[in-house]
């Protein structure tokens, strides 16, 4: 029986992706820290679907989580990794909180990185799918949130380098970024509080925000493309691309 486990279910983004591979007929992993929001899901998961869902909670920025999740779940048949758990801060460099921008690196970076890599190295032969979430932030930066752009600025082009190196090896796994814009989620309310440029509140434009589940459909279109990049544009569109990223070769001219 095989799997799709996806990180920061519990709310937001991460709980449409669930009801969206459910959906799907995909039996799922969700994990996150809130055992009641993960537990609720999976009852009304399984009962409007017919699927298999499993819980695993715990707080991916403490050291060593990641990989200890991992290897509790070695006994599935995992074929596909959502990396969704995450969160940013968004306030101008010299106003950031020093730990809470280390939570920030360990879970968006550190955490993402190790289940990538050892996801990658035990699935690199198979049909198997890694989906990173990073953000329009992974693409360009905004000035009131340089370190959280910073930490997806990495997931885009680690990603993308995965995918190019598998794509150069001829190996069966496939790398994909998921880069949304402005989504409605407990992420950017926690984000953007007291999130203020020039007097002005940085988020007032509501139109801007696509859903979550919107985005677990956006999300669904880049798994069954063959594309790499699936990023939402400034009119809420969901863009497939290839990679965005130059790969450096033999032939490539430095400036």
């Given at each position: ?171 069966k796994l496939r790398a994909k970024v998921l880069a949304p814009g402005p989504t409605e989620s407990e992420f950017l309310i ?47 569109k969901l863009i497939l691309k290839d990679p965005m990223f130059q790969i ?8």
């Amino acid at each position: 029986m095989k799997y799709a486990l996806i990180t920061g279910a519990s709310a937001g983004i991460g709980k449409a992706l669930s009801y969206k591979f459910a959906e799907k007929g995909h039996n799922i992993i969700i994990t996150a820290r809130r055992v009641n929001e993960l537990g609720n899901t999976k009852k009304d998961i399984e009962s409007r679907f017919k699927v298999n869902v499993i819980v695993k909670t715990g707080d991916l920025a403490e050291d060593g989580a990641a990989s200890r999740l991992y290897d509790d779940l070695k006994r599935y048949d995992i074929n596909i990794l959502i990396n969704n758990a995450g969160f940013g801060d968004f306030c101008m460099p010299w106003e950031i909180n020093l730990e809470k921008a280390n939570r920030m690196l360990n879970l968006n970076v550190k955490a993402l990185t190790e289940l990538s890599l050892k996801f990658v190295r035990d699935h690199v032969e198979e049909d198997a799918t890694l989906i990173n979430v990073s953000s329009v932030g992974g693409y360009y930066l905004f000035p009131i949130a340089v370190s959280y752009c910073a930490t997806k600025f990495y997931v885009s082009s680690f990603t993308e380098g995965i995918a190019a190196a598998v794509k150069m090896e001829g190996k069966k796994l496939r790398a994909k970024v998921l880069a949304p814009g402005p989504t409605e989620s407990e992420f950017l309310i926690a984000a953007s509080k007291d999130a203020v440029v020039n007097g002005k509140d940085f988020f007032t434009d509501k139109n801007a925000f696509i859903t979550a589940e919107r985005l677990a459909d956006y999300t669904y279109r880049l798994y069954e493309s063959d594309k790499v990049v699936g990023i939402v544009d400034g009119e809420k569109k969901l863009i497939l691309k290839d990679p965005m990223f130059q790969i450096f070769t033999s032939d490539t001219k430095l400036a």
